[in-house]
């Protein structure tokens, strides 16, 4: 008994695996030929197009939203921004110390500049690499950009936010400059 219930469960596999592979000797297959398609593109429509997402209905470029990282309008925050650009490109570091949040820089690499007198010393002494100025130089102020953490001068090379001064007092401060970062 035991035999015959091991030979059909046996018979019944193999017919079952004959079964699911099927019969593929009268398979075929048809083979299509891919169809080239061309594809053109009006770039100038397309800048044209963009454009006018980005004005608004007076002709005018939309203004950036600053209040995802701050209170003050759009008149200070881009002011602010200036005063950055002109005080670092005339390597005023007096004006660019006092509108630094302490401490910026890091121990380990050698650059913690725990106050103003710290990074006017670390800016004197050390100096920052030249590309910064160019890079700088050639920036503009339309290209200002912000999020939560703050706004960003010179692809990320600057940054800064409100930070509180003491516990009711925000004001805009330098947490990032030229390789030097907010500890």
């Given at each position: 008994?035991?035999?015959?219930?091991?030979?059909?469960?046996?018979?019944?596999?193999?017919?079952?695996?004959?079964?699911?592979?099927?019969?593929?000797?009268?398979?075929?297959?048809?083979?299509?030929?891919?169809?080239?398609?061309?594809?053109?593109?009006?770039?100038?429509?397309?800048?044209?197009?963009?454009?006018?997402?980005?004005e608004?209905?007076?002709?005018?470029?939309?203004?950036?939203?600053?209040?995802?990282?701050?209170?003050?309008?759009?008149?200070?925050?881009?002011?602010?921004?200036?005063?950055?650009?002109?005080?670092?490109?005339?390597?005023?570091?007096?004006?660019?110390?006092?509108?630094?949040?302490?401490?910026?820089?890091?121990?380990?690499?050698?650059t913690?500049?725990?106050?103003k007198?710290?990074?006017?010393?670390?800016?004197?002494?050390?100096?920052f690499?030249?590309?910064?100025?160019?890079?700088?130089?050639?920036?503009?102020?339309?290209?200002?950009?912000?999020?939560?953490?703050?706004?960003?001068l010179?692809?990320?090379?600057?940054?800064?936010?409100?930070?509180?001064?003491?516990?009711?007092?925000?004001?805009?401060?330098?947490?990032?400059?030229?390789?030097?970062?907010?500890?």
């Amino acid at each position: 008994m035991k035999n015959r219930f091991i030979t059909m469960c046996l018979i019944g596999s193999v017919s079952m695996a004959f079964i699911a592979c099927g019969n593929q000797k009268g398979d075929t297959v048809e083979e299509t030929a891919p169809v080239a398609v061309e594809e053109t593109v009006d770039e100038g429509a397309l800048i044209e197009n963009l454009n006018e997402e980005v004005e608004s209905e007076d002709n005018q470029p939309e203004e950036v939203d600053y209040e995802v990282f701050t209170s003050k309008g759009s008149e200070a925050v881009e002011e602010y921004a200036k005063e950055i650009k002109d005080a670092a490109l005339d390597e005023d570091w007096d004006t660019i110390g006092d509108m630094i949040a302490y401490p910026i820089g890091s121990k380990e690499d050698g650059t913690l500049c725990e106050n103003k007198e710290d990074f006017i010393d670390y800016a004197t002494n050390v100096g920052f690499d030249q590309s910064y100025y160019d890079s700088l130089e050639e920036w503009s102020l339309e290209d200002l950009w912000a999020n939560y953490q703050g706004a960003m001068l010179d692809n990320g090379n600057i940054w800064f936010a409100d930070v509180y001064v003491d516990d009711t007092n925000c004001q805009l401060k330098i947490i990032s400059f030229w390789g030097l970062h907010n500890s």
